[in-house]
């Protein structure tokens, strides 16, 4: 074989080789473009729950403002009535009891209340004695 016919056996096995090379290459190719389909897909599927799952969230958080704000609405009226009604009525309370309390000191420095004691002590007394002279009449009959 002369140098001629040895470049071109050289020739014809790097172009089989190259064909090879060319066909392994043009097989990951396909794989790759596979893989990348798959990737694809998967992220789309997975961007898509993602969308759903924010959609849910935005419509909780929502429906968590109205109910805040109807609470905040309830706080409100609930101040409201303490300030304008229960307070007031405390506080009306509060002056009613000093002023018996005020009116209780004043009978007691006086010494009202004693007196009163020994007058039902004397009503008693003459109530207990009208009784057995009634007795005593009754029985006279």
Do not use: C, F, P, Y
């Amino acid at each position: 074989m002369n140098s001629e016919e040895k470049i071109l056996t050289i020739l014809d096995q790097m172009n089989s080789r190259m064909d090879q090379m060319s066909s392994r290459m043009d097989q990951m190719q396909a794989d790759l473009s596979g893989r990348i389909d798959q990737v694809q897909a998967d992220l789309n599927g997975r961007m898509d729950q993602m969308q759903e799952d924010i959609s849910g969230l935005k419509d909780t958080q929502a429906k968590q403002g109205e109910t805040l704000s109807d609470l905040q609405k309830t706080v409100t009226r609930v101040a409201l009535t303490q300030e304008n009604i229960v307070l007031k009525s405390l506080d009306a309370l509060a002056d009613g009891q000093d002023l018996t309390h005020q009116r209780m000191k004043d009978l007691a420095g006086k010494d009202e209340v004693a007196e009163l004691r020994e007058e039902v002590r004397l009503l008693r007394s003459v109530v207990a004695q009208h009784a057995r002279d009634i007795e005593a009449l009754k029985a006279a009959q």
